[in-house]
């Protein structure tokens, strides 16, 4: 991560003296058995697409990050239950250039595979401005190359496979050969790809790099919608290829297919459904009134631990009211099951569980799943890997490593698709609490240094110190594309103010406090406009510490 570089002096400032952030949601309130079972979601809060792989008894894993740099957060574990940060993978702008791009935008659904023949890790994703690209590195802990452009996919969400022979392949999801059939029919392409040149494998005739091996999804009759995230795997006596399908809502799911090892799997007529797709989804048959509701599943990647024994994780969402959550898309976790040949990630009319059994965990502090608490005061000249920047960061406005945060205010806001003054971390729990102190003097009733809650650049809460009528005071604005003040305090300029946000599903309360008790600005402010539902787009909500000055 960033390291502090910069000087603020003689600059107008704002200085944060600590963050604290505590999670404390009813479904992780359960006793559980940290050496033999564990709670989903395993990465809790906006953790979306996620990939991983094995090397050794090692485990990695990757997910999208969209507009916020740097990208692809990477983890690794011992036991595929307590993660721990070892940083991101796409850590410079050479391999991350994000301007003038939406929070939605930027990457999508990174794929991370080792190659045993070269020794080699490799990280295949989508930047939504600069197209398909792949890095690769012998270690992880030394960082990735600079990103090997790949043109020739067209579309999304590409993926790379290995094979026992050397050869390699990428599969993705593209457009319909020939035009779709009705709107949201997708394909899933496969390619070859050459490890010596990094690079597409082209036909010697001069023909199309690809070949379209499904067309559509599956129960294709039921014009299926948004086949995508493929990954392609060889097990046992079959070669599998499985996807996403229905899109990342409600209708999410997974589904697979399966080839005998000597057929030609650029084929599509190589390919079997599997009888029993979806493998994995929560859209029909269970209880619209269950306990711990979890939306939206699929996005799924597989992998065989050091035991024999099989994984899938895949993305999720924790409801809290019908379509809502404010949390995003985590990352869940089962144990696969095998019958005739073909896995199953979760039972048809089963729920996903929140306590799941897994002996032999190796439990350490966690801070990405079940209820936990944690302050930062900035006294460590390397940032937490926890906070990220919104596109490529003005780096010259930060300094940190002497017990506070300083920020230099940028003129531009939360609603411009420009470089913030701000630092984001992650909303991790339904119910939740977020705190700071910050000292800043503005000069305008445009200059304001405080607490965001980001959604997107249209809907949004911006809660800090600024000028109401020519005097210090607190405001809270609600943006819902049209922006509203929700409450209002004037308070003593010369002062640092402390702000807390508390969360609880639907509604958020609003406090501040110069000593003593805290005072409230807004209480059961409705926050349905930062769930994915009512906003669009694909993050979960991420805090901000923001400060803007004109």
């Not at 089962?334 to 996903?352: A, F, M, Q, Y």
Request: glycine residues 10%; hydrophobic residues 35%.
């Amino acid at each position: 991560m960033l390291s502090a570089c910069i000087t603020t002096a003689g600059a107008q400032v704002a200085q944060f003296k600590y963050f604290a952030y505590d999670g404390h949601d009813q479904r992780f309130e359960k006793e559980i058995n940290p050496a033999s079972q564990y709670f989903n979601p395993i990465l809790a809060g906006f953790y979306p697409d996620p990939s991983f792989c094995r090397v050794g008894d090692t485990y990695y894993l990757v997910n999208s990050s969209f507009a916020f740099f740097p990208g692809v957060p990477l983890f690794k574990s011992k036991d595929l239950v307590n993660w721990q940060h070892a940083g991101h993978v796409l850590n410079r702008k050479s391999q991350l250039p994000l301007e003038g791009q939406r929070v939605s935008e930027g990457i999508f659904a990174p794929d991370i595979k080792y190659n045993p023949k070269n020794k080699t890790f490799y990280m295949i994703t989508t930047n939504i401005r600069l197209g398909n690209f792949v890095v690769k590195t012998t270690d992880p802990a030394k960082g990735w190359s600079d990103p090997i452009l790949l043109p020739e996919i067209d579309g999304i969400d590409p993926s790379l496979f290995f094979d026992n022979d050397g050869k390699a392949y990428i599969v993705h999801n593209g457009p319909v050969e020939g035009g779709a059939d009705y709107e949201g029919q997708r394909a899933i392409r496969i390619l070859r790809f050459d490890t010596k040149g990094d690079s597409i494998i082209k036909p010697k005739n001069g023909g199309k790099a690809w070949s379209q091996i499904v067309r559509g999804g599956t129960h294709v009759e039921e014009r299926p919608i948004w086949i995508e995230g493929p990954h392609l795997y060889r097990i046992g006596k079959y070669y599998y290829l499985m996807c996403a399908e229905g899109g990342t809502g409600d209708w999410h799911s997974e589904v697979i297919f399966r080839a005998p090892l000597k057929a030609d799997i650029t084929r599509a007529d190589s390919w079997e459904e599997c009888p029993n797709n979806p493998i994995l989804t929560q859209r029909t048959g269970v209880p619209a009134d269950r306990p711990d509701i979890v939306t939206s599943t699929g996005h799924a990647d597989l992998l065989q631990a050091k035991d024999g024994s099989w994984w899938a994780v895949f993305l999720g969402c924790r409801a809290y009211e019908g379509p809502y959550y404010n949390t995003g898309r985590d990352t869940y976790m089962l144990p696969v099951t095998w019958k005739d040949g073909w896995p199953e990630i979760l039972e048809k009319g089963k729920v996903v569980p929140t306590v799941v059994d897994k002996p032999g965990l190796q439990p350490k502090e966690n801070l990405f799943t079940g209820n936990f608490s944690y302050i930062d005061r900035f006294d460590s000249e390397k940032l937490d890997d926890r906070w990220i920047f919104l596109r490529n960061p003005e780096t010259e406005r930060y300094q940190w490593g002497n017990g506070s945060l300083t920020i230099k205010p940028a003129k531009a806001d939360i609603s411009q698709r420009l470089p913030l003054s701000a630092l984001f971390c992650r909303q991790q729990h339904t119910a939740f609490s977020a705190e700071t102190e910050v000292d800043f003097s503005p000069k305008t009733e445009k200059d304001i240094a405080g607490l965001a809650l980001l959604q997107n650049e249209d809907f949004n809460f911006v809660m800090g110190k600024t000028l109401l009528d020519g005097k210090p005071a607190i405001t809270l604005t609600r943006a819902e594309r049209q922006r509203t003040l929700c409450g209002s305090a004037f308070i003593d300029g010369s002062k640092s103010v402390k702000l807390k946000i508390e969360g609880d599903g639907r509604y958020y309360s609003f406090y501040y406090s110069q000593g003593g008790e805290w005072k409230t600005l807004a209480a059961g402010v409705d926050a349905v406009n930062l769930s994915t539902s009512r906003s669009g787009g694909f993050i979960g909500v991420c805090i901000g510490l923001y400060a803007t000055a004109q």
